[in-house]
């Protein structure tokens, strides 16, 4: 058995086949590079994506919020006299209120 010249030598002997091509190993580096290494990786891109379909659905949610909050607003105006006897025990000065507890 003879020896190798270089410690690099013993280590390109002991691969298999596919990866002692140097065009092969340059694709499998370059590969693992883009996917792992690469600042726009795949989980880069994956991170991404994920965090858009979150914010879309948050939009979605605050959108009908918002909506609901419009309406809430508008029904407020119509009935402010009816807000504030319910919630404050408003009454004017020539009446009397009697307040009625429900069990729930």
Excluded: C, G
Aim: zero cysteines.
């Amino acid at each position: 058995m003879a020896l190798s010249s270089t410690p690099w030598q013993a280590l390109w002997n002991r691969l298999p086949a596919p990866l002692q091509n140097r065009y092969y190993l340059t694709l499998v580096v370059f590969l693992f590079i883009m996917v792992f290494l690469d600042r726009h990786s795949l989980w880069t891109q994956w991170k991404l994506w994920r965090a858009q379909k979150q914010l879309e659905e948050d939009r979605t949610f605050y959108q009908v919020k918002i909506k609901e909050a419009r309406e809430e607003a508008e029904d407020f105006e119509l009935t402010k006299e009816k807000f504030a006897r319910e919630h404050y025990y408003m009454k004017r000065a020539d009446e009397d209120v009697f307040i009625i507890q429900e069990e729930k």
